[in-house]
């Protein structure tokens, strides 16, 4: 499985991204998908993540700002991130389940495909 981001960048704090993962190669094996971020000196935590049948996860962090969706027709995963603020800078990863979940929050637990990332600033 291979995974493509895009979509980050700069932006104001209040402004929106959209987020892209474009997911290839062995994809029906998927059982979840979502984006995890990271900063320098910290450890990777999921931000949103959503099953094949529709569960979403939300960091608490996130609630309310964030949207994770997926095209399955485009094998595309999205996150869609309104009223940005500027803790929400950091890189961004697009991940993909390698074996079956048990909840989407532990979709990375027994291992995860993982994009090249994607960086997001978000400047005050």
């Known amino acids: 499985v291979q995974l493509v981001e895009s979509g980050g960048g700069l932006v104001q704090a209040g402004g929106s991204l959209r987020l892209s993962c474009a997911a290839s190669g062995s994809i029906f094996s998927i059982n979840a998908m979502g984006w995890y971020r990271q900063a320098p000196g910290k450890e990777r935590e999921l931000v949103a993540g959503i099953s094949s049948g529709g569960s979403t996860y939300y960091a608490d962090s996130v609630k309310g700002r964030f949207t994770i969706s997926r095209d399955n027709a485009k094998n595309t995963l999205y996150l869609q991130m309104n009223s940005l603020k500027p803790e929400d800078t950091d890189m961004y990863y697009c991940?993909?389940?390698?074996?079956?979940?048990?909840?989407?929050?532990?979709?990375?637990?027994?291992?995860?495909?993982w994009g090249q990332g994607t960086q997001v600033t978000v400047s005050a």
């Open positions: 991940a993909a389940a390698q074996y079956g979940i048990t909840t989407v929050q532990a979709m990375c637990v027994m291992g995860c495909y």
